[in-house]
């Protein structure tokens, strides 16, 4: 056993009469006559009573344990009464051995079991082939057990809708060899024929049994419908000293049969969350996945004015629903951003998993997709476009066109989410515009932003560096802007005056032309392509635009999809001037205006604490330069910033955050400016008081000149804040070497940080460190774990949905 002590808070109150166990015992016993033994006044009492039983030889102890504690985090026993730790994965330590060991004294063992002479016996026992094996009349090996979700006979697990989704209903897996000669299909009834019995179960096909080798589950029995009880066909030859039966190796015959009408079907399906009453279906489900939160914040404001409005709406991340429930829907409404390289979001990677691999068609439901993206990226709104194509792949019908959001997203999702309305049927009354009137004390927005003044630009780079990292802090005072460790800073950058003087040059029109913007009031067009508009990175439609009024039929070439490869390489360090100098045009204007894309703001992960920086926000920023070009956000921050106010937002996130117990260990990944928030991080637990052990990957080019905040992150590892730290500088050798080197390195300790409930991050460059990271963590565990690669997936997945394993990745 793992013997781990829980402590269960109270959900709800008990219904009627109800009481718990330990009250009703207590209470007869006070009747008996028994009070002065049984007047306990809570569950806490009885506890600590119990608690006072321990044995030394067998290593049984919870005298240590408290509900104080336990309310804390969760402990293993034996846990002696002044014993700190909570988790003691030995169990055989005598009293003796939790002493010193003094000079001069005899050694003495460190473990001692349970047997007279304090040392472990191994009872070798002789391998026995199966009691039963198979024959000409039963050819075929039956193997029974658990489906990892369910437990016994169903009588508590099988209450469950979200795991009677996952299997609803009983079933014989057999390999694809077995059923092409028994000429059996998937769903087909299956006889299951021994010496002893017979059941009839439906078949599922796979090749994660052996040929010649069926499994069934032993869940479901007679009581849900006859000759489903596998149990009738077993072995009857149990071991002679565990009495264990030999459930794993039967012989029996298949062959296929007429499916009997039974009630498994009427197991408890997946339920819907619904405003209205308990016997209405949910008119629409609304799904989200979302990396930073915006579609989750979308999916929760659309969600609301359904519910308010009195519609039956279930709104809920995609991990958190049942793939497989798809088919019980009527309507289902999905929001999704796009992470990484045209990849789900975290809590959307089952539920994309689940539909990638379904076979079951979904003719009966209809669909709506929302997907928010960024279109700078080539993967731009991805994972919105595969659900949308693998929904209309398994002939899910579409409610209304998927729209494809970029930047500027609420005026497009408010224009999807209207047309979703048409196609239910619906008529939402329109928000107030109170609804969205700015709220004395409300905290800057990306609508309406804090000015703030940068107080601190410091370069991070030693001389001789070829990179230009800066540190820069920016005041809050006045704001009302709190953050917190993990969360992201919204920077509206200005473009550059140099630019914005090419950019007129090239087009001859007039800097001081009046101007409709994006912002109410026209504006001299100088100052619309300041602050308003996108003028260095050419998006698609800008490029389309100035395809067709050039008339090159080079550059419309390269903007067909068989090119793509080459358009990419073309515009590898060019602007917009530069397609303009090649390609040039002339228009209006607002015609111009009209085709570019708005300016948008940038997020940085904040790198700072509030806790020790209350007044002021830092950010880590790379100040991106090739040759006479400029990244337009970081040389606003590393150039200009001060020269004026920084429009400034929060955009906080939900789960990568620092752990909550201040004694978990924390394992952080982050070369380059992915440092960042794991600066936040470790000011965070110094200023909480945490005692959990930290452990920091860094990399970069060159260890004398890119080091960014040397000395700080060795003063914590000096005064035992930083507990390692592991540098990888890739270019101050032959051979590069990156962090995830470092990682499969240092695997076997990495391994046992992770076996010790360590929480894991990584934050950077998401299109090659985070996925070579990725793999590095999944050939550790795979290493250490003794696990196949695809099991190490697995884990990981796992870590993922546990919110032990987080990315902030870009």
Known sequence: SERNLNLTQKAVDAPGQALPD??????VACEM???????????????????QAWNPATGYDIRGASYGRLRDQPMQWPCAPDDERVRNPIRYLSEINARPVERGTPARPAIVFPTANGKAVFFPRPHMPPAELPNDAFPMVLNTGRLQHQWHTLTKTG????????????????????ALALGIREGDGVEIRSVRGLAVLPAVISD???PGNCFAPFHWNDVYGEKLAINAVTNDAVDPISRQPEFKCCAVALRKVELIGHRFLDLPQAETETQTAPDQAPLLTLLWASQTGNAEALARQFGDRLKTAGVPVHVAAMDNFPGECLDQLQNVALISSTFGDGESPDNGQ??????????????SLRYAVLALGDSSYDRFCQHGKNLDQRLQHLGASSLLPRIDCDGEYQAHADSWFTGLQQALSLNLPTPSITDNAPVVGRQPSRTQPHHARVSLNRRLNAEGAAKDTRQLALTLEGSGMTYEAGDALGVWPRNCPELVNEWLELTGLNAEQPVRGVKAGDVPLCQALAEQFEIARPGADTLAFIAERNGSNDLKTLLTEPFKSELKDWLWGRQLADVLREFPIACSAQEWLDHLKPLQPRLYSIASSAKAHPDEVHLTVSAVRYGSRKGVSSTFLADRAGECEVPIFLQPTRHF????????????????????????FLQERRARGDRGRNWLF????????????????????QDGLLTRLSLAFSRDQAEKIYVQQRIQEQGAELWR????????????DASRMARDVDQALRRVISEQGGVSLEKAAEQLRCLTEHKRYVRDVY
């Open 159 to 178: 209450k469950v809708p979200t795991l009677n989704a996952l299997n609803a209903h009983p079933f014989v897996e057999l390999h694809p060899d077995d």
């Open 698 to 717: 860094f990399g970069e080019q060159h260890q004398a000149t890119d080091f960014y905040y040397r000395d700080e992150l060795q003063g914590m590892q």
């Open 350 to 363: 089952r539920f994309w998993q689940s539909l990638a691999a379904r076979q079951e068609r979904l003719e």
């Open 208 to 210: 994660r049994v052996l």
């Open 657 to 680: 955050r620092p752990p909550v117990d201040g004694n978990v260990p924390m394992i952080m990944i982050g070369p380059g400016t992915g440092v960042a928030p794991f600066r936040a």
């Open 753 to 764: 940080w992770l076996e010790e409930g360590a929480h894991l991050y990584i934050c950077g």
């Open 22 to 27: 330990w009250q009703i015992i207590a209470r």
């Open 33 to 51: 006559g028994f009070a002065d033994a049984f007047s306990y006044a809570s569950a806490e009492e009885v506890f600590e009573e119990i608690k």
